[in-house]
């Protein structure tokens, strides 16, 4: 089983595509609102170490989400 990626944002898209085998994010613009998402729960939100040690088990998902909503889209136009 695969660890838990810390959180910041590349090395949770790179989890995503470790997990999902897919690389195409779409455009690039994505980044900057998971960027500041993540700034913001790092140093904005005073999880606690539990809330720390989860936050990125809930953002993963949604990377590998829109991974696959890519793909789909990909190869279904």
Known sequence: ???????????LCTAA????GLSDFGSPTFREGLDRLVDGIVNEA???EMGQ?????ILLPYLVSR????D?????P
């Not at 089983?1 to 090395?11: H, I």
């Not at 040690?53 to 088990?57: D, E, I, Q, S, W």
Request: charged share 20%.
């Open 46 to 48: 005073r999880l606690n």
């Open 67 to 70: 991974l696959q909503v890519l």
């Open 72 to 76: 789909w889209h990909n190869r279904y």
């Open 1 to 11: 089983m695969a660890s838990t990626p810390a959180l910041d944002a590349e090395e």
């Open 53 to 57: 040690a989860f936050a990125p088990n």
């Open 17 to 20: 595509v470790e997990q999902t």
